[in-house]
Nanobody, 114 residues
Framework: QVQLVESGGGLVQAGGSLRLSCVVS????????MGWFRQAPGKEREFVAG????????YYSDSVKGRFTISRDNAKNTVYLQMNSLKPEDTAVYYC???????WGQGTQVTVSS
């Protein structure tokens, strides 16, 4: 069973930056595309960014394109999300998962103050 442990969230002012990390257990990390998702209070979970198995291809939702960067280190079983120019509407719990998603981890809270 794959375990996902997200970290790096916190409270930041608008315009600030955060870097999220997600460590994935198991030997099959490099076999899956990975993604970051988020869920704001009262809203459904939504896709934020994705990255191919090798890391050679990335894709983003329109709401974060140009501000967020997804990357991965297959040697460390870790996927990252660099978030710049944060906005209050980015406030949410952020989750990583395989694509397509399997079981969800605890997520990490990101709060952006105006």
């Amino acid at each position: 069973q794959v375990q996902l442990v997200e970290s790096g969230g916190g409270l930041v002012q608008a315009g600030g930056s955060l870097r999220l990390s997600c460590v994935v257990s198991g030997r099959t990390f490099s076999s899956f595309a990975m993604g970051w998702f988020r869920q704001a209070p009262g809203k459904e979970r939504e896709f934020v960014a994705g990255i191919s198995r090798s890391g050679g291809s990335t894709y983003y939702s329109d709401s974060v394109k140009g501000r967020f960067t997804i990357s991965r280190d297959n040697a460390k079983n870790t996927v990252y999300l660099q978030m710049n120019s944060l906005k209050p509407e980015d406030t949410a719990v952020y989750y990583c998962n395989r694509i397509p998603p399997s079981d969800w981890g605890q997520g990490t809270q990101v709060t952006v103050s105006s």
